[in-house]
């Protein structure tokens, strides 16, 4: 009998967990999304996981996974990236944004970006976040994304009716991890440029997206890893973009490793790699973001 009250309070224990660890899920557009409907499954969403309140600390960070543009890679650098963040206590929120696999192009995925920091931050005092350590991080195109989203932002409209609209969206920091980067460049990853923007994008287009070169003063302090070996999206859109954040004097921290291809999520099995996360907490640490 006891041994059954034991079985019993683990399995309570642990569905208990189970229930405590599912996220949190947020339209972001609950009027209609702009720039074409979609179709339920494909609805621009935040879900939020939360760390335990008595280890959370003020910090949240805005995950958009990649895929090209094409598809999102939801759990391997999404879910399981919110897990890792809500492990050192930041909340996490994963992006479901909109791309060409759900029949929408640029600047739609900016948009949902955009609406993302916005709408974390105006729940801030909800989630018992300060509002100027809402970050946002990226893998491959959606390294792109949240890239983008550094130099393309604004203060929001003091104005409008709705309280999200009126946050900023700038993020106050950035991780970008083997990122897209440059569209204009030869180590550009095509098939990223081609599903956001089409065939034949309009020139000043490309340049203003291929974000080493809108880098500025205002730009976020940024840590970034690559590998070495990564063929897909090649480690020089690491490199150009920290080099412009060190030109304009933008706080950057830039890891290249030997090992491990492109699409290395959190890379527990790759050698030498898998001390990213590591890294990427103690540079967060540093920066005052991990304070309670």
């Not at 979609?38 to 958009?64: G, Q, S």
């Not at 005092?125 to 994304?145: C, E, R």
């Not at 990213?276 to 967060?284: K, V, Y």
């Amino acid at each position: 009998m006891l041994r059954f009250f034991m079985a019993l309070t683990a399995a309570l224990s642990l569905a208990t967990l189970a229930l405590a660890t599912e996220p949190l899920q947020i339209p972001l557009w609950p009027e209609g999304a702009p720039n074409g409907p979609t179709k339920p499954e494909d609805e621009p969403t935040l879900f939020v996981y939360r760390p335990p309140a008595d280890a959370a600390n003020r910090t949240a960070v805005i995950i958009c996974p990649g895929g090209g543009y094409g598809h999102l890679s939801m759990e391997k650098e999404g879910s399981k990236i919110a897990e890792w963040l809500n492990s050192f206590g930041v909340t996490a929120a994963v992006l479901r944004y909109r791309h060409s696999g759900t029949g929408h192009r640029h600047p739609v995925p900016m948009l949902d970006g955009q609406r993302a920091i916005r709408t974390v931050r105006s729940h801030a005092q909800d989630w018992k976040l300060d509002p100027d350590k809402i970050g946002v991080m990226g893998f491959s195109a959606g390294g792109h994304l949240a890239s983008t989203l550094g130099p393309h932002f604004d203060a929001g409209d003091a104005a409008a009716g709705d309280p999200i609209d009126r946050a900023s969206s700038r993020p106050d920091f950035m991780i970008l991890c083997y990122p897209v980067i440059s569209f204009t460049d030869d180590f550009t990853h095509t098939g990223s440029r081609r599903n956001l923007l089409g065939d034949n994008p309009d020139a000043d287009l490309v340049r203003s997206l291929s974000n080493h070169l809108q880098v500025t003063q205002e730009t976020p302090p940024t840590f970034l890893f690559h590998t070495d070996a990564d063929t897909g999206v090649p480690p020089a859109n690491s490199l150009a973009f920290y080099e412009a954040l060190h030109t304009a004097g933008v706080p950057a921290e830039l890891h290249i490793y030997q090992t491990g291809g492109h699409g290395v999520g959190l890379a527990a099995d790759i050698p030498g790699t898998r001390d990213w996360p590591r890294r990427c907490q103690a540079w967060l640490e540093t920066r005052g973001l991990l304070d309670h």
